[in-house]
């Protein structure tokens, strides 16, 4: 075990955390934030999406010891319901989801594209979600809420 300092949507916690496990665990269990979610727990299907500096990793497949005092950011960081993040309002708009088991994992990876090419192409929105697996068939839609976020963001 190791005191490890997160710094999660812009605030601080130490927490006493063994460096190999995942930072997933930490989040949902330690830090009571259910965005990021578990699916595969093997880094391949993206629900447990979160930002690291910017980036999106996969949360189930980084160990706490390469997140320590580096900047994460969960789908609560995001926005909120009262609050939502533009491109929360699309998929809201959109209605991008069925079950939504994918949609936290789709929001925070669709969040990372807009950030990077404000403006992608259809193209470039399919590839950027490619990895991010949907069980139920919604990429139509979710394609939709990523173009209507890209129409509207500032
Ligand atoms: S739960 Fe992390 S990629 Fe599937
Ligand atoms: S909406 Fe069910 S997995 Fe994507």
Redesign the pocket.
């Known amino acids: 075990m190791a005191k490890i300092l997160l710094r999660v949507n812009g605030a601080s916690r130490t927490l006493d955390a063994d460096p190999q496990m995942p930072l997933l665990y930490a989040l949902r269990n330690d830090l009571d934030l259910r965005g990021p979610r578990f699916g595969c727990g093997k880094g391949q299907c993206g629900a447990c999406s979160v930002l690291l500096d910017g980036h999106v990793v996969r949360s189930c497949s980084v160990p706490m010891a390469a997140v320590a005092d580096r900047s994460i950011t969960t789908l609560e960081g995001l926005g909120s319901s009262a609050k939502p993040s533009v491109v929360q309002q699309a998929f809201i708009d959109e209605q991008a989801?069925?079950?939504?088991?994918?949609?936290n994992g789709?929001v925070v990876a669709a969040t990372a594209l807009l950030k990077s090419n404000p403006h992608p192409s259809e193209d470039q929105i399919r590839t950027a979600l490619a990895g991010n697996?949907?069980?139920?068939g919604?990429h139509t839609r979710i394609v939709r809420a990523v173009q209507r976020a890209a129409s509207q963001q500032a």
């Open positions: 989801a069925q079950c939504g088991y994918c949609a789709m697996l949907c069980r139920c919604t």
